[in-house]
């Protein structure tokens, strides 16, 4: 298949080439000379006659033409009308010097404008030059203007424009351009192409090119419309019968065929009453006293009792749109006449569709780990307060809040953001663990053996907290900054992308992972932590001091709040409420995983994430409903799992 | 028995007596019928007070009896209070479209009265049709139907799940506020049928009293409330009591231990659990039309905490501490945040309690779980055994 296609596309460039050829030796002619031999058409440019002209410059081959020719689009061209010659000019006022074309010395000082003429090509004539243009833009040494030149024939593909493409492909250094003027031949060749055989190769090497550009191409061969006929016409590229009822509404089918046929209107009931009021004569309408048309039945013999005097048009009854729904036929039609082409692009569509829809299905998977990994963090510190010690820190969400500020206020003195980061992530951390133990000396430690009392409590703090952030930075969201190395996102293709801010929440995700699994298994202070969850009287007749423990355990986990505080507003605005908005799903996320167990809560927030995602797949236009349902779900779950995805076994689950 | 009831529960009887001669108080000095020192608005203010009461008690009885901290009640009330808005805004909506129908040259169909309906109410969220939860809005009695049926089936469906399946202590709480979390959520959307957080206006025009004024309007439906508080107390305090009473409160003490002694714990904690979501249904049903509308935010999670809060400072098992930390609680924050307390100057600082209420109240609350587990309650406990 790629043979066919190189053939195709050498077959259509060697024209090109020799054209080229032609063109290329003889003498050397000036600019200048060249104009001059076609000197009425451009000083005096029309859309029919100025094409001889450009052809001649596009195909001199001199170093100043694509110069000329812009500035000539911009009325940036006069003639002298003295001998006709014509310059660039310098200067402006009642005097000006002259510039000479090719080399742009100063020709004449102090020329009065008066004996000069401005060129002002017209619309048509400008777009005529500009369709010149682009062959040089398409071998401009600057690659960027290559670039845009590819860019506006992307935008607008014309089938003029496959020729100076393909002149353009051999001289291309670049790989990356030189890839995409080939990809953009081809979809010239294979919408516009000369013969069937071209085209349908040409539409195959679409069939692996999932780019939105290559599915617009085979959208655009594709494009159908519907007709109305009796019998379907032998001469058309049928695309497929619609059927009443099924594919379309059978109201629409019948207002398709009311274009093509004289069949009277379906009247909706606004009508039928606005033709009856205008028809009351003695309170009574078609013989009908008005009291009678209160009801849909009574209107309609009213209406049909005019019809029959002839005082208004018949309607269509549900037997004459059966009629009409029978007799007629609805079809789309293909726009591209040759069935083999539409045949083929029917296939490479398909074929298309599939790696799209392949290529969704890894971005939904893609948006889901960075949902799982948002709402790991932010659970994480939870699992550990709530999981491990059984305290309900109803609070945790203000945590994340503190550690969103103080991402905040760091930004405020240190400009670097990268450095802000940097500086934000430890001082977050120091200030929400020394918050978390604070709370713990104060509050808690009280009421360990009232878990309900636990709640409330921290449901006090995290009021008071609120309402202290709404206070001291107001009601308005704030901005966290993310340094400039992570704007921007990883694109892939065209269908599957995620942005470096997701990226990084995710390896911080994974980092902390790490990092409590190494502090539980791999450290003395793990190892009591482990100690005091399982047995907090044998733990502390082991010389272990569980009072300690506990306070180090909560500072532990609301520090991580902090953490995923700043990492949070990265992404999202920090709002005073921002901790009350990850709170129930952190504790979803806790509850589903399965208490006190780091993977429990990592299987909690896959779980979650991907639940989500999936439910705004099916649904993507209302996450708010992907919520709902999710909650529904997880209520329901915990009816059949009620200790969790992870569950401890034997005493440590206690009750 | 009737006398043993009340013998047992000396505290009905004050309660009944206080309540109304504050009634009878607050009628003497209203608008409609009084001396009008109180507007109309304190009236409606007072009104909503006691039917937080009502929820209140509901809460204190599932909690403080029962030792379920359910997080759901005010979704309960929530849905009273919409269970009625629809049918007093299909109502008033009605009476509006049937007169500008009126006009018509030709008497309009029954489908067309409808449809006017269905975009006048609808409209703000871009439809023109009845969701089919609306089936019954055109009826009262169905409707009020509704306000005890949705709360109490709801409940009933989930309380069977829940305690099934033995999800208790703050399981259940956390699993209550998601429930509360997922009914907010779904209301929040247009396409809810409820109509999105624009929620359910105008309740507080009563179709068919168009001419009375909202003055008395304000004070029947004080009456209504007072008479519901009464009777919900009544009806509680005979739950409470009795044996009944003490195995619901030997479940909040022990449930595993009541459940060796062969009594059926499930039995008992859906029965409370039901019974006192129908009862904040019917609150609801009676606040929102002297509040006047009713969005999802009413239901989100954090109403349901304030209600704990309410009846944790008024004081946990005992009826009149819901009632006390209700009342002290809402019309403390309706005089801090109503600009009623004075602003304290610190020199560098001025604390303003309109900001500062809510750390206020929080701070407070932590100080009454740590150092006052009885709360106000505890205070009237002291008080009656020194006298």
Redesign the interface.
């Known amino acids: 298949m790629l043979r066919v296609f190189l053939a195709a596309l050498l077959c259509a460039w060697l024209p090109a080439a020799l054209q080229a050829q032609e063109t290329a030796p003889g003498p050397a002619p000036d600019l200048q000379a060249i104009l001059q031999q076609h000197q009425a058409e451009i000083a005096k440019p029309s859309r029919r006659t100025v094409g001889p002209a450009i052809e001649a410059l596009a195909g001199s081959g001199l170093p100043g033409v694509p110069a000329f020719l812009e500035d000539w689009q911009n009325k940036e061209i006069y003639v002298r009308e003295a001998d006709g010659l014509f310059f660039r000019i310098d200067g402006s006022g009642d005097t000006v010097a002259l510039l000479d074309l090719t080399t742009g010395e100063t020709v004449a000082e102090d020329v009065p404008t008066d004996g000069l003429d401005q060129i002002k090509p017209n619309g048509g004539v400008r777009r005529v030059i500009s369709e010149a243009l682009v062959q040089f833009q398409l071998s401009d040494p600057d690659i960027d203007r290559r670039r845009d030149a590819l860019d506006a024939i992307a935008r607008n593909l014309d089938p003029d424009q496959l020729g100076p493409l393909r002149g353009s492909i051999a001289g291309e250094p670049d790989p990356a351009l030189r890839l995409r003027k080939e990809r953009l031949a081809n979809y010239l060749v294979a919408r516009f192409g000369d013969s069937t055989e071209a085209r349908v190769a040409a539409i195959e090497a679409l069939a692996t090119d999932s780019s939105v550009d290559g599915r617009a191409v085979l959208s655009q061969i594709l494009d159908t419309s519907v007709e109305v006929a009796q019998e379907v016409p032998d001469d058309v590229n049928l695309a497929r019968v619609l059927e009443p009822g099924t594919d379309l509404p059978r109201e629409e089918a019948y207002a398709l065929m009311r274009e093509a046929a004289d069949l009277p209107p379906v009247l909706d009931p606004s009508g039928i009453r606005g033709l009856l009021e205008t028809h009351v004569e003695g309170g009574k309408v078609g013989g009908l006293p008005i009291a009678r048309l209160a009801t849909r039945s009574g209107r309609l013999l009213a209406y049909d009792g005019l019809a029959a005097e002839g005082l208004v048009p018949e309607r269509a009854t549900p037997a004459t749109v059966d009629a009409a729904l029978a007799s007629w036929t609805i079809y789309e039609a293909y726009d591209e006449e040759d069935s083999a082409v539409t045949d083929a692009a029917r296939a490479a569509n398909d074929s298309v569709q599939t790696r799209v829809a392949a290529g969704q299905a890894a971005d939904l998977a893609l948006d889901a780990v960075s949902l799982a990994s948002i709402y790991f963090l932010a659970a994480i510190g939870l699992a550990i307060t709530f999981g491990v010690m059984g305290v309900i820190n109803m609070a945790h969400g203000e945590f994340i809040m503190m550690g969103a500020y103080t991402g905040y206020v760091v930004q405020l003195f240190i400009e670097n953001y990268t450095v802000s980061l940097v500086v934000a992530l430890p001082l977050a951390f120091a200030i929400t663990f020394a918050a978390g133990v604070a709370m713990e000396r104060l509050v808690i430690r009280w009421l360990y053996d009232r878990p309900l009392e636990t709640l409330l409590a921290t449901f006090g703090v995290s009021i008071a907290l609120q309402q202290l952030a709404k206070n001291i930075f107001g009601t308005q969201a704030r901005p966290l900054t993310s340094p400039g190395w992570l704007d921007g996102a990883w694109v892939i293709n065209d269908v599957i992308q995620i942005s470096y801010i997701r990226i990084a929440i995710f390896v911080l995700a994974l980092l902390f992972l790490g990092l409590l699994l190494f502090i539980l298994k791999r450290t003395r202070l793990g190892l009591e932590v482990r100690a005091v969850t399982q047995n907090p009287r044998m733990a502390a007749s082991m010389g272990i001091n569980p009072d300690r423990i506990k306070m180090m355990t909560f500072g532990l986990g609301s520090g991580i709040a902090g953490i995923a505080g700043v990492a949070i507003g990265l992404y999202a605005k920090v709002t005073s409420e921002m901790g009350s908005d990850y709170i129930v799903q952190s504790f979803m996320t806790v509850v589903v995983g399965g208490v006190g167990n780091v993977w429990g809560t990592l299987a909690g927030a896959t779980l979650i994430g991907f639940l989500q995602k999936g439910i705004e797949f099916f649904n993507p236009s209302n996450t708010l409903a992907a919520q709902t349902y999710m909650i529904l779900f997880i209520i329901l779950f915990i009816q059949f799992r009620p200790k969790g995805i992870v569950a401890l076994k034997g005493r440590a689950a206690g009750d | 028995m009737t006398r043993g009831f009340l013998a047992q529960n000396p505290s009905i009887l004050w309660f009944i007596g206080l309540l109304g001669l504050f009634t009878l108080g607050v009628t003497v000095l209203s608008e409609a019928y009084g001396t009008a020192v109180l507007s109309t608005s304190f009236v409606k203010t007072l009104g909503k007070t006691l039917c937080l009461c009502l929820v209140a008690i509901a809460m204190d009885v599932v909690w403080g009896y029962c030792g379920i ?1 359910s997080l759901g009640h005010f979704a309960f009330f929530g849905i009273g209070g919409y269970a009625i808005g629809m049918w007093l805004m299909y109502a008033r909506t009605e009476a509006i479209v049937t007169e500008n129908l009126a006009a ?9 009265v409808s449809d006017a309906i269905a975009s006048q109410i609808f409209g703000v969220v871009g439809a023109s049709e009845f969701p089919a939860i609306w089936a019954f809005a055109h009826s009262l009695p169905l409707q009020l139907a509704m306000v005890v049926l949705v709360p109490g089936l709801l409940a009933l469906v ?1 309380g069977w ?2 305690f ?4 208790t ?3 259940l ?3 209550t ?3 509360t ?2 009914l907010s ?2 209301l ?2 247009n ?1 809810s049928g409820l109509r999105g957080n624009n929620g359910l206006s105008g309740l507080q025009n009563i179709p068919g009293f168009e001419a009375t004024p909202q003055s008395q309007i304000s004070i029947a439906f004080f009456w209504a409330s007072a008479l519901a508080l009464a009777l919900g107390y009544v009806l509680f305090a005979w739950v409470v009591s009795g044996k009944m009473g003490s195995v619901i409160r030997a479940i909040r003490d022990d449930e595993a231990r009541v459940r060796f002694l062969g009594y059926h714990v499930e039995s008992y904690k859906l029965f409370v659990f039901t019974l006192t979501a129908v009862v904040s249904g019917i609150a609801g049903a009676l606040y929102y039309p002297q509040a006047g509308i009713i969005n999802p935010a009413e239901i989100a ?2 109403a349901s ?1 304030y209600l ?2 309410w009846v ?1 400072i008024g004081g946990r098992g005992r009826l009149y501490g819901a009632v006390l930390g209700t009342v002290f609680v809402t019309l403390l924050s309706s005089w801090f945040t109503g600009g009623g307390a004075p602003d304290i100057d610190l020199g560098i600082y001025t604390i303003q309690w309109t ?5 206020l ?6 100080a009454v ?2 150092f006052a ?1 009885q709360g106000l309650g505890g205070l009237v406990d002291k008080l009656v055994r020194k006298s």
Not at chain 2, 164 to 167: E, P, Q, T
Not at chain 2, 361 to 366: D, I, M, N, T
Request: proline content about 8%; cysteine-free.
């Open positions: 901290l018509a040259v030709i008497p309009p169909t029954e489908a067309e989930f799940l829940a099934r399946s033995r999800v202590g703050v399981y709480s956390i699993l506020q998601a429930m979390l997922a959520l779904y929040f959307q396409d999670p954090i905490i704990a809060v944790a900001d500062w209420w809510l750390v109240l929080g701070l407070s609350f932590v779980t740590l587990p």
